[in-house]
């Protein structure tokens, strides 16, 4: 299958937008509307210049037999080849058998347009969504197993990914493949750090891929740790690691503030944030929690962990800290370190990065400070992946 384009309907940069994402899209990262040639006999969707799309790819577009849209609209303005097939859209529901061997069921979506399950000869299967669409109806008993690979709009519909893993259509050996790239995510590196999270990825236009090749599939992190200031991002960074997963478990370790509306909400904006398939939990017992088996989760945030900790074994008081609290904090702070070792769950954690020069006032406050930088330090240490967030962007440490 190759790629011809792999952007937004009207490609990548947009005609005349001034914006920073366009003007950084150049070489690899410029990409034509999205466009598959499967086999050199099927072709979904159209890009601009399609004949040259392929020549450049080393392919040509003579040996097409169908060409299929997907988008709710016609697509971008071509100049149609002559000799090409006159492009169809199939029914939802229906299958479609082409000369070459290949059948195509159109698949029913949640907003307009259509997908198409491509089923090779050799039985090879892969699934292509338009853009801003997830499947209706999607259900295990209806999926005969995972496709060999799945092309979507995976940064802009990330609850799409969920719905194809919920049901067993995408698994672990599935080639995730992010298209339909806009401008509203910034190409280059952080365009595929963002893909990659979602355990998907992407190619340049032209790229021919083999579906059943799984060599590249992105491998996932089991312990992402997240760090940076207050309203820097960190809690956004975090969710959208596990905004493409059906079940993620949320522990807010932040409890209730009894009469502080403005900590409500906070409280309340986060909730509304997450996807409607996440469940939570309020507590800052989290050893038991990160032993068992279960989906993904999401911890947000250590530093609130460390407040209750600190809480628990009077680490305020300085007699208290010196007789005995700071071993019993030390304990805590063990267990959770090495819970987070052992534990066998994708979990991705958030702590606020304090410190950066500021010297508290107070004795409690400095305490609070060095804990938490030791806290986030030992953390960081069991974490195959560290991201410090600034200003809303996410830079890898580790």
């Known amino acids: 299958m190759t790629l011809l384009g792999t952007g937004a309907p009207e490609g990548l940069p947009r005609p005349d937008c001034p ?44 040996g097409v037999r169908q060409v299929l849209l997907s988008h709710p609209h016609d697509g971008p303005a071509v100049e149609f080849p002559a000799g090409l097939p006159a492009p169809v859209r199939v029914p939802d529901g229906r299958e479609l058998s082409v000369i070459s061997g290949h059948r195509v069921r159109a698949m029913a979506l949640d907003a307009p347009g259509t997908g198409y399950e491509v089923t090779a000869p050799d039985g090879e299967r892969l699934l292509y969504l338009p853009p801003g669409a997830a499947p209706a109806g999607l259900s295990q008993a209806t999926r005969p197993g995972p496709y060999g690979m799945v092309l979507l709009d995976v940064l802009g519909r990330p609850d799409a990914l969920a719905r194809l893993r919920e049901t067993g259509a995408a698994g672990s050996t599935t080639d995730v493949i992010g298209v339909h790239l806009d401008h509203d995510v910034p190409p280059g590196r952080e365009l595929h750090r963002r893909l990659a999270a979602a355990g998907a990825r992407t190619v340049p236009d032209g790229t021919t891929l083999v579906v059943g090749d799984y060599h590249a599939v992105p491998d996932l992190p089991r312990r992402t740790l997240v760090v940076g200031g207050a309203r820097s991002g960190k809690s956004v960074e975090a969710e959208r690691r596990l905004e493409s997963f059906p079940e993620v478990l949320y522990v807010a370790t932040s409890g209730t503030r009894e009469g502080d509306q ?65 071993e ?34 107070t004795a409690s406050g400095r305490r609070f400070r060095d804990e938490l930088g030791r806290l986030n330090a ?20 580790r």
């Open 328 to 361: 019993a904090l030390a304990g805590r702070t063990a267990a959770l370190v090495a819970a987070i070792r052992a534990t066998r769950r994708t979990v991705v954690l958030v702590s606020n990065e304090v410190g950066s020069g500021v010297v508290p006032a």
């Open 378 to 397: 030992a953390v960081g240490d069991e974490c195959e992946h560290v991201l410090l967030v600034v200003a809303g962007q996410a830079l890898p440490l």
């Open 262 to 326: 403005d900590w409500a909400a906070r409280v309340a904006h986060h909730r509304e944030r997450r996807p409607g398939s996440w469940r939570t939990v309020e507590t800052c017992d989290l050893v038991p929690l990160l032993a068992a088996d279960g989906p993904p989760m999401l911890i947000d945030c250590l530093a609130l962990w460390l407040t209750d900790a600190m809480d628990s074994v009077g680490a305020w008081d300085d007699a208290t800290w010196a007789n005995g609290g700071e």
């Open 19 to 62: 914006c920073a994402a366009c003007a950084c899209a150049v070489g690899d990262e410029a990409r034509a509307a999205t466009s598959l040639l499967v086999d050199g006999a099927l072709l979904l969707d159209l890009t601009p210049g399609p004949a040259f799309a392929a020549a450049r790819a080393g392919r040509s577009i003579a």
